[in-house]
């Protein structure tokens, strides 16, 4: 199943499971949108249930909070999150806040869905990770799902919350095909939000990664495995709230952990998270924390540029092996030079 | 009974000027009014003495909006207003207790202290706030209209905001999504005339803002007139039930400053706002009316006033006994489902919580 499809699914069984739910956007509709996420769900459900919005973020992001105040189950989709800092507001004061503000009078079950950071050649106001910004501000959610077991189970999941979701896709993987079980093709399938999944298992080293980065991060397990060394793979699925316990635990079992994110490295998912492992586990790491992020510029539109601007395979696999257990990488001109020289 | 001055329209022809009311509504709509200047005079004075926190935006002057609405509408009806939010939350049906408390940060306030002067919400009664982002609200409303159109319930929003709030992009995005959804939602401009403290024209090419819909119908109403903003709204919910949204300019003004920190002297002169208070005041206004009609002595009439600050008084007083929050309050209502997660002090080693 497609990641697509699995979203697309998700938003059907979800509509047809609860009336309040309804979907609001861009090109949504006719168009079947941007993406075709939403393709054949306007024919089955109608426009008033599937409306197609003009190009006004901040409005109908607002309009969307308003009728989520009164009890409806929006869900916003943004053609991608760049688009969303024109309604950003709406995310953080109108819906993270209200709950809070009214001593719980105002819930805000919404879900903001959209594809978010780097896809390919669109340049630097097209790619932009919002996973930290999002993931900062409490009482929002912020979820990534990286396979179509995440994408069904966490939106799903999303629409069900009673709290404002943060739902961030990934354009490239849109087309990707994965395995599913029956279990996960079942219309009752949820996966929880809070809770991330160890893809693989290891022992040397703990590699954790969202979205798209999961798929590199396996890549590179699989090359350090001919190496001899065991890479544990966690797919983090959920930025806020935020794993730390599992996160913890096997940097207590491996002793070394690398983060990777395709984001800006400054006050990112990675620092976090090596924050979290300083203060729960910093005894049990033999090396100091490796983080593997997006250059820190605005992504640039040429294709070596851009190659050079977000992690690759290779800079998860290489830069392990600098983490300690090759310490003779460790001071290697080269790396410094250039870093492609491995 | 007459309204003060005829409505100016915008797309559409005015309502009577002839408002239908009974000596019940009149005396009902000065004992509110005076509840409610009472109130704000009584919250200037704990913010001076040091008692309120923060923000803090009085509405006494502007009562006339909050009542004549109240008189046309239902609480099925939803309202939305910014940070100046006090009275209207008071005109739902929220209580002096409830005010007082949440101003003074206490448990019995209504976001049990939690919001403040700013964020007051009654959600059932269909208050939705106390926004504290200029403009913010206005498409809230819209979408608070969408939901009832969604639930096909006959009810109506009414999304309040100020002259300043007019200008904000975000209320013309709003608008024509509205206009073309046929979304039941009134935007309602308190024009108090001031931005804080920048005049309307100054921030406005076209200060007529009941125009400046374009497409949208609108009525400008004399906002010192309970009984105009009565009639307004009762034709606006009529209009936005059957074809969409309705701009109603509110002509009115406040009396104190912007906020606390404004002494609202420095950008319109004194004589301004004394002469509003002579010639246009919305509780001065009922109370010629009672008295022409004799449905009350002027006797009568100082009773009630000074039952209302009785009334405030006791309820400043009770809110004063009210406790300061719980300090586990503190990782409350951040979700409705917190999933167990664990939530942070300033200091982690100090202090964290599982959220509920």
Redo the contacts between chains.
Sequence with gaps: MTVRDALNTALDEEMSADPKV?LMGEEVGEYQGAYKITKGLLDKYGP?RV?D??I?E???????????????KPVIEFMTFNFSMQAI??II??AAK??????????V?IVFRGPNGAASGVGAQHSHCYAVWYASC??L?VLAPYSSEDARGLLKAAIR???PVVFLENELLYGETFPVSAEVLDSSFCL???KAKIEKEGKDVTITAFSKMVGYALKAAEILAKDGISAEVINLRSIR?LD?NTINASVRKTNRLVTVEEGFPQHGVGAEICASVV?ESFGYLDAPVERIAGADVPMPYAANLERLAVPQVEDISRNHLISGISEMYMWDPCYYWGGTAH | IETSVPFATHRCDPPSRTVETNPQELLSFFRVMATMRRMEIAADSLYKAKLIRGFCHLYDGQEAVAVGMEAAITKKDSIITAYRDHCTFLGRGGTLLEVFSELMGRQGGCSKGKGGSMHFYKKDSGFYGGHGIVGAQVPLGCGLAFAHKYNKDDAVAFALYGDGAANQGQLFEALNISALWDLPVILVCENNHYGMGTAEWRAAKSPAYYKRGDYVPGLKVDGMDAFAVKQACKFAKEHALKSGPIILEMDTYRYHGHSMSDPGSTYRTRDEISGVRQERDPIERIRKLILAHDLATEKELKDIEKEVRKQVDEAIAEAKESPMPEPSELFTNVYVKGLGVEAYGADRKEVRAVLP
């Design positions: 309804f008033e409306l919005t003009p006004t901040a409005g109908f992001t607002g309009i969307g909070v308003g009728a989520a105040y009164h009890g409806l507001d709406h004061n109108s209200s709950n809070y503000m009214s001593a719980g009078q105002m819930s079950p409490p009482g959610k919350d009673p709290d929880p939000i809070g709230p730390r203060e």
